[in-house]
Structures are given as C-alpha cells and as structure tokens.
C-alpha cells in the first residue's frame, strides 16, 4: 500500500504560479512511476505529467508542456507539480498517483486530490 496525500492548491489569478506537493508513505518510493492528473467539473480525468522511478525522464500532456514541471524529492518522499502562467483552463481537481507504467502511469494508488482555481 501506497499512501499519497496532495496539498498546495488554492486561488491564483491567470499567469500565476503554484506549486503542489504530493507527500508518499509506505512502500519505497522509489519502486514507483509517480505523476500528475486533473479532472474539471463535468470533464473526464486527464493525464497532465509524469516522471520515471529513477527521476531522469519526464513526460507531459502537450497542454501544459513548457509551463508545468513535475519533480520528485527521494529524501522527502515527496512529489511536485510546479505550474507556471496558469490559465482558467487549468482549473480542476489535481490527483497525484503512484504506479508500474511508463509513461501512463497505470495508477495503482491516487490521492486524494487538490483544488487549483484559475481567475480570468
């Protein structure tokens, strides 16, 4: 079992940053692909970013390629999502996950998600 917990999200105005945490317990972090997903209201759940087990490689969906950076902190167990010149469109639930496939993840564990708000 893999115990995730997000936190970070909030309020901010267009071309505004954040930068949420995903704090990992359990089993190693390590032996994990770890990434990033959003859901907006009345929308299905997409993949925003990943990043591989060893932290070397990375992945992001085209709409937040350039703008997000996702990273991960071995000491801390602890994963992030930088956002950069976020958009209204960027509003949704953020979820971090834990899992066996690259670069999709294959979410075995989620957590349980963060608000991010984006005013025009």
């Known amino acids: 079992q893999v115990q995730l917990v997000e936190s970070g999200g909030g309020l901010v105005q267009a071309g505004g940053s954040l930068r949420l945490s995903c704090a990992a317990s359990g089993r190693t972090f390590s032996n994990y692909v770890m990434g990033w997903f959003r859901q907006a209201p009345g929308k299905e759940r997409e993949f925003v970013a990943s990043?591989?087990?060893?932290?070397?490689?990375?992945y992001y969906a085209d709409s937040v390629k350039g703008r997000f950076t996702i990273s991960r902190d071995y000491a801390k167990n602890t994963l992030y999502l930088q956002m950069d010149s976020l958009k209204p469109d960027d509003t949704a639930v953020y979820y971090c996950?834990?899992?066996?496939?690259?670069?999709?993840?294959?979410?075995?564990?989620w957590g349980q998600g963060t608000q991010v708000t984006v005013s025009s």
């Open positions: 990043i591989a087990r060893s932290g070397s490689l990375t």
């Open positions: 996950a834990a899992g066996s496939t690259w670069p999709t993840v294959g979410s075995d564990y």
